[in-house]
């Protein structure tokens, strides 16, 4: 600061322009905060509308099917069913492609085939079930068809554990535990895939969102029960029950956090387990997954790790969830129907209608908010190209080292920095939304993959890296997708019962 100035030549000016100044940064920061309360307070005040209902059938704690609750409820239900529809947008969406039925998977219509997109993924991959088949995801419809005819479950033994995020698990979690669903999910998760997918006839359904009492949200799965108590423990709240404990508003994000995130098989009983224990960012994950292993690397030996859809952790780091903006706000957003308001139960992509997903809060016109969201998605895409090389160059680099013999303490350490780049670049592969749920965190977790594959060719030279790899830890090395040279799994019928066999057009699964 210096007092010389002319302008400073008193205190009493100086004070009073630092009170103004001051006043002017509360003052916007106040309006900041009015204006992100107000937002959402809109939201809010949209999920508090009453929706009168006339109840022509009694819906109980048992009522599985849909189609029933559709009774009472038939604008909802007519919208679940159109999760059918395949429509693509710039980066998401799904593309319907279109395949020859054979005896063993009747589709005539899948989405796209992600391991021609990205051929590199056969490499990332190799030894594993995904590198034989990995496609798009698209509505919520045909998740229970899509897991029992992929090639991951049709030529490779899968646990019964699979079957919690794509059916209704709720009622027969209780029927199979004798009316602990707790116990149930424990069972289920012990059996063989092919067992086990015999007992679930449904999809996602409402009884898995909702309390057929009141249809106020629940949370109904195990896996996120149990994670989110974990999270919250470690947060310093003992004993947190999401259903006791959650507000409204997280509700409306925790009902997708059941199923879009990041999970691993633990020990013998395959018990579906969210890493959260220490918090759900990414290094948060990573560090307690340590002790477990997915895969053992084909080419350079390394002991693998995968990571799935970590949808609503990467959420949880963006500007959106700071400001209390949650998952159905875009994915579910209200729309008139007839005289009713009504959550829109078509659960898709946002880009497909911006109007209804963005502008409720967004006043840019929507040609403005596609193009934003496409700027930070191309971003993306092109760090996470350089990604892949350098990760796909670490691979060809062990091997080449293999092979000439390099030091077995050198192949180790590069082995380890391979298990992180690949986790690292795995999980922004698998994140659904390429960078828009957390922009600037997406992008940090693409430089710490780079980085790790960069470091550990330094390592195969011998030279010093730092922070070293993180070491693996010791026992529950167990391998929920038994590798390529495991017996086939015992013969699925994989078909559905209802599933019509000649169908031309996309079939759901009930
Ligand atoms: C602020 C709006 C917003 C919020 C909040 C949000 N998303 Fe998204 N989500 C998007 C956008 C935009 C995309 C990119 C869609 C595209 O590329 O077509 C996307 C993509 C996705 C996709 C892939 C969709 C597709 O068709 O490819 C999934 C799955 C998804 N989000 C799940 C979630 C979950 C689960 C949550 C909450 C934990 C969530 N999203 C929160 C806006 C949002
Ligand atoms: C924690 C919940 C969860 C578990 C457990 C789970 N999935 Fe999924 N799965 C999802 C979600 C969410 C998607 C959609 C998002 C995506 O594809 O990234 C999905 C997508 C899929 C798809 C379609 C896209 C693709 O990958 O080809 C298949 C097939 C699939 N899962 C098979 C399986 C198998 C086999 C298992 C057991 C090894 C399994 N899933 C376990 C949540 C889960
Ligand atoms: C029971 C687990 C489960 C729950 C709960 C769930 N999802 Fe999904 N979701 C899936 C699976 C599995 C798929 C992929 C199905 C397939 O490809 O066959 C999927 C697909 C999607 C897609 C389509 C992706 C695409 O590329 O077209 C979106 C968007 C989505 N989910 C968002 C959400 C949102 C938002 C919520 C909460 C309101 C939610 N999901 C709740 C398991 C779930
Ligand atoms: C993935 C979770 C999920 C599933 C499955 C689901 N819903 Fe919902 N539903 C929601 C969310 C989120 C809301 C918004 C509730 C809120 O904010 O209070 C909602 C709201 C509703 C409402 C209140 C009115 C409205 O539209 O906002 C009704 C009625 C309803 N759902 C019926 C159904 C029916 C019927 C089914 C099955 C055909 C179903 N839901 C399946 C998540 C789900
Ligand atoms: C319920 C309200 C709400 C909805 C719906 C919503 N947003 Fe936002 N959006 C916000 C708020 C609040 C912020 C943060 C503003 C701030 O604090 O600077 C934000 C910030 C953003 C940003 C800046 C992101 C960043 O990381 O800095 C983008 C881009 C954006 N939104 C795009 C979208 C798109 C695209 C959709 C629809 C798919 C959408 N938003 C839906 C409320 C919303």
Known sequence: MSTAEPSNRSDQPKLSTKILLGALVLASLLVTLVIAALLVDVAKKQNEAEVPY?????????TVDPAVWGKNFPIQYEMFKKTTEMEPTEHGGSNPTKQTPTATDPRTVV?????????????????????????????HEYMLTDQRLTRRVTEFKQPGTCINCHASTYTVFKEVGGGDQMKGFDIINHMSYAEATKKFNHALSCIDCHNPKDMSLRVTKPGFINGIKALKASEGIKNYDVNRDATPQEMRSFVCGQ?????YFKGDAKTLTFPWSKGTNIDQEYEVSKDHVDWTHKITGGKMLKAQHPD???????VHAKAGVSCADCHMPYKREGASKVSDHQIKSPMLDVNASCQTCHKADAEEMKSRVSTIQNRFLTVMDDTYTAVDELIDDIEKAQKAGVAEDRLEAARLYQRKASFYLDYSESENSNGFHAPEYSLQILADATN?????????????????????????????FAGPDAKPTEQVSPLPSKLPASSTSPTPNR
């Open 312 to 318: 609503f952790e990467t959420w949880r780091e963006g």
């Open 54 to 62: 006339f109840e022509a059938v009694k819906i109980t704690d048992d």
């Open 259 to 263: 199923c879009h995130v990041e999970y």
């Open 111 to 139: 989405p796209a085939q992600e391991l021609e997109r990205e051929p590199r993924l056969v490499k990332l991959w190799a030894g594993y079930a995904f590198a034989t088949d990995y496609r798009e995801a698209r509505g």
């Open 452 to 480: 790790a594959a960069r470091q550990g060719q330094l390592a195969l030279m011998g030279k010093k890296t730092e922070p070293a790899p993180i070491p693996l830890g010791t026992g529950d090395e167990n391998d929920p």
